[in-house]
């Protein structure tokens, strides 16, 4: 059966400039691919933190390129829109970053359509899937930008069109001496790098506060194939 938010999704004329969803092979095929975010499905303020894509925006916006939950969660009703590009300056969709008023840090990628018979996922069972996320002060980026920071999110699992990772900026760990694991809850998930046996977070989160930060998302386009037709009828008895 066709996904329960694809015609949704289908309406969007997306992020990237001249590829509205209606023309995508997700929509034309159309796809049965079923999402663990259902195709951008609309959320509540309950599920910010929960939530496998937390796509925020506008009225207006919500109803042309697509979103699903307004602004009011979010420090000063303010995201940052960034485009999603490969190295090759390819448009996949975009980034969304915000903080909300309990010092969440959201960054949120969602991928448009493609013509070409094919979809960008996220799919944690394909081999190569990642999602690194680095974010530090001035002082940090000096030693290098280290993408082993932020990469093990134990809630992303399975396939995504759009899907949202987050940091606690009061306890952000210190990428030059440790990165999330979760594995060690008294210090804030944040494992010490070897040899150091201490390696307290830092706090990000206070009004002013400058930080810097680096997404790498490694995600595969699918080939999209046509749901198998319904079965043929028993023929008539004679």
């Known amino acids: 059966a066709q996904p329960q938010g694809l015609p949704r999704w289908c309406g969007f004329s997306g ?46 916006q919500c109803q042309a390129l697509g979103c699903n939950i307004g602004l009011q969660p979010f420090c000063q009703n303010e995201v940052m829109l ?8 390819t448009q996949y969709g975009s980034v969304s970053m915000m903080t909300d008023y309990d010092s969440i840090f959201y960054a949120t990628v969602a991928f448009d359509g493609s013509p070409n018979g094919q979809q960008t996922f996220y799919d944690t069972t394909y081999p190569g899937s990642s999602v690194s996320l680095w974010i530090g002060t001035v002082s ?8 082993d920071q932020y990469r093990v999110w134990s809630y992303l699992v399975g396939r995504y ?32 790098y070897p040899p150091l046996t201490s390696c307290p977070p830092i706090d990000l989160s206070a009004p002013g506060t400058q930080a810097l930060v680096s997404l790498l998302v490694n995600a595969h386009n699918f080939t999209l194939s046509s749901p198998p037709p319904p079965p043929s009828p028993p023929p008539s008895p004679p």
């Open 161 to 192: 069109s759009c899907m949202t990772v987050r940091v606690d900026l009061k306890n952000v760990c210190n990428s030059t001496i440790s990165r999330w694991t979760g594995a060690n809850p008294a210090n804030f998930g944040c494992e010490c």
């Open 82 to 89: 960034l485009q999603l590009n490969d190295g090759n300056d």
């Open 15 to 60: 992020f990237t400039q001249g590829e509205p969803h209606g023309t995508s092979s997700a929509c034309s095929v159309p796809t049965f691919c079923e999402t663990m975010d259902n195709w951008w499905a609309a959320i509540s303020t309950d599920e910010l933190e929960t939530g496998a894509c937390v796509l925020p925006g506008s009225t207006q």
């Open 140 to 147: 940090e980026l000096q030693a290098g930008i280290n993408h």
